[in-house]
């Protein structure tokens, strides 16, 4: 199975300012078809998960362009240009190159 | 509004059986890949079963597989999950997810709960 791993678990960030969260697969993303399956998604308190980011850097329809994913192969990259008080919540990536589909562990975004 | 409406969650006892649905509206049902994904208590997200378009793909993870069953009704736009030998760790948020052919899930139910417990 692929593990994936984020950093930080935790990050208490300033509203407005920047925030980063790495995903790091034990092996690489890239299908045979040569696209690479990872995905964020985001998940307010009480709330089911949401899709933000598809195919590394693809926003999902109605997402804000704050929101924005990068990487490659095994090592990937959500940024938040400018943290709102709505962003506060949980954010998984997800790997779907290969069954079975894997989840992050979760960071936790709060405003500090 | 395209929706996904899980039911059938409750409390069980080790060793018992639930069968969770869920119901699927405002999108073509038959088209789309579905799957499970489920949330302990103060966790993160577990992937649990996946099911192709008409059924015959599936897919388990590894800790339910022998004991949960996930299946689908394209006629009831209808999706199941039936569980077994409910053990204390299938304690969880059971979540449905729609699929789609590039590997993410974009639509996702509010999910029921499911509490295993003697």
Same mark, same amino acid.
């Given at each position: 199975? %692929?593990?994936?791993?984020?950093?930080?678990?935790? &990050?208490? *960030?300033?509203?407005?300012?920047?925030?980063? !969260?790495?995903?790091? &697969?034990?092996?690489?993303?890239?299908?045979?078809?040569?696209?690479?399956?990872? $995905?964020?998604?985001?998940?307010?308190?009480?709330?089911?998960?949401?899709?933000? %980011?598809?195919? %590394?850097?693809?926003?999902?329809?109605? *997402?804000?362009?704050? =929101? &924005?994913?990068?990487?490659?192969?095994?090592? =990937?990259?959500?940024? %938040? $240009?400018?943290?709102?008080?709505?962003?506060?919540?949980?954010?998984?990536?997800?790997?779907?190159?290969? =069954?079975?589909?894997?989840?992050?562990?979760?960071?936790?975004?709060? !405003?500090? | 509004?395209?929706? @996904?409406?899980?039911?059938?969650?409750?409390?069980?006892?080790?060793?018992?059986? @639930?069968?969770?649905?869920?119901?699927?509206?405002?999108?073509?049902?038959?088209? /789309?890949?579905?799957?499970?994904?489920?949330?302990?208590?103060?966790?993160?997200?577990?992937?649990?079963? /996946?099911?192709?378009?008409?059924?015959?793909?599936?897919?388990?993870?590894?800790?339910?597989?022998?004991?949960?069953?996930?299946?689908?009704?394209?006629?009831?736009?209808?999706?199941?999950?039936?569980?077994?030998? @409910?053990?204390?760790?299938?304690?969880?948020? /059971?979540?449905?997810?729609?699929?789609?052919?590039?590997?993410?899930?974009?639509?996702?139910?509010?999910?029921?709960?499911?509490?295993?417990?003697?």
């Amino acid at each position: 199975d %692929i593990v994936m791993t984020q950093t930080p678990l935790s &990050s208490p *960030v300033t509203l407005g300012q920047p925030a980063s !969260i790495s995903c790091r &697969s034990s092996q690489s993303l890239v299908h045979s078809d040569g696209n690479t399956y990872l $995905s964020w998604l985001q998940q307010r308190p009480g709330q089911p998960p949401r899709l933000l %980011i598809y195919k %590394i850097s693809n926003r999902f329809s109605g *997402v804000p362009d704050r =929101f &924005s994913g990068s990487g490659a192969g095994t090592d =990937f990259t959500l940024k %938040i $240009s400018r943290v709102e008080a709505e962003d506060v919540g949980v954010y998984y990536c997800m790997q779907g190159t290969q =069954f079975p589909h894997t989840f992050g562990q979760g960071t936790k975004l709060d !405003i500090k | 509004e395209v929706q @996904l409406v899980e039911s059938g969650g409750g409390f069980v006892q080790p060793g018992g059986s @639930l069968r969770l649905s869920c119901a699927a509206s405002e999108f073509t049902f038959t088209n /789309y890949e579905m799957n499970w994904v489920r949330q302990a208590p103060g966790k993160g997200l577990e992937w649990v079963s /996946y099911i192709s378009t008409g059924g015959r793909t599936i897919y388990y993870a590894d800790s339910v597989k022998g004991r949960f069953t996930i299946s689908r009704d394209n006629a009831k736009n209808s999706l199941y999950l039936q569980m077994n030998s @409910l053990r204390a760790e299938d304690t969880a948020v /059971y979540y449905c997810a729609r699929e789609t052919i590039f590997f993410y899930m974009d639509v996702w139910g509010k999910g029921t709960t499911v509490i295993v417990s003697s």
